[in-house]
């Protein structure tokens, strides 16, 4: 197996070649992460085993290499082309200024902030302070067969799927872990989190989909699927014209 140490290298290396007109260096890679370039020295001089969170998450982003790789070895180098990974930036969305005149038959979805874990297990989801919350009626809920408790707000950016889902989209997302054939999901993998719509294929594997034709499917083959975590149900989305 190789080491940590050996493993920055080949991704410097790979980095290189796919920026030639950069220098692709240690104190580049400390600028990408936000670390210093001891710290970064550490990591390539064998004074650190372990690569974890938020900056493994920023260093294998920066090198464009799959998360897991980097920390431990397991599976491919290069990060999965799924295309753009969705950002949830702390932005505001109002729908109702006052809560107080809020109808009895309306109930408040919490606007979160999404990113992923270190791994392949259950995304951190945290309350976007900047943002407001989305209200839905209980009766479209029941109708839908949605739970109030597993709906949140998230903020997408992005084109790969417009027209339906435009660059600043407000979705409504109904948490479950498993797939709803044809449909549009929030999905994890290797590190990044992804607004696609999901094809079940009759071999185990899944078809990663845009809606927006100018990016290509990816398949999920079932070997990969440890690494998948399926976030989510999109079930209503909001923005403006």
Known sequence: ???LAERLRQALTTAQDRHPAERITQAWLARQVGISTAAIAKWFNGGTRSLEGENLLKASRALGVSPDWLAAGRGQMQA??????????????????????????????PRYTLRASAGPGEPVLEIDEKGTPNYCRSEWAKREGL???????????????????????SITVHKQNSISNNRIHVLCYQGECYVKRLIKQMDGSLIVRSDNPDYDDFRLTPDMMDEVYIVGLVVSVAFNL
């Open 80 to 109: 999965a082309n799924l295309g753009p990974a969705i950002d949830t930036p702390l932005r505001p969305v109002r729908a109702i200024d006052n809560p107080d005149q809020i109808e009895h038959d309306i109930f408040e979805v």
């Open 1 to 3: 197996m190789t080491t």
């Open 147 to 169: 739970e109030q408790d597993k709906l949140f707000s998230i903020v997408a950016r992005g084109d790969s799927m417009e027209p339906r889902i435009p660059d600043g989209a």
